[in-house]
C-alpha cells in the first residue's frame, strides 16, 4: 500500500511556481502511472488544508466538498 505522508517542512517549502507546476500537471492528466498523479494529488490536498491561500485558483482540482457530520 502506497503512502504519501508530507511534513510541514515540505509543505512550507513549496513556492507559488511550484504550486502552480503541481496544478497543471494535475490539469494535464499525463502521468506514467496512477501513483503519480495520486501523490500530487494528495500534495495538493495537503497544502490546501495547511496553507489554504496558495491553492485557491486550483481548489477546483480536488473536488472538495462539505460535509454534513450532524
Request: net charge negative.
Given at each position: 500500500m502506497q503512502t504519501f505522508d508530507f511534513s510541514q517542512k515540505d509543505i512550507l517549502a513549496l513556492t507559488a511556481e511550484d504550486i502552480a507546476k503541481l496544478a497543471s500537471r494535475l490539469e494535464a492528466d499525463d502521468y506514467d502511472s496512477a501513483f503519480?498523479?495520486?501523490r500530487d494529488w494528495h500534495l495538493l490536498?495537503?497544502?490546501a488544508f495547511q496553507r489554504p491561500?496558495?491553492?485557491e485558483p486550483y481548489i477546483?482540482?480536488?473536488d472538495l466538498e462539505a460535509y454534513d457530520e450532524a
Open positions: 503519480d498523479s495520486l490536498r495537503a497544502l491561500e496558495t491553492v477546483y482540482l480536488l
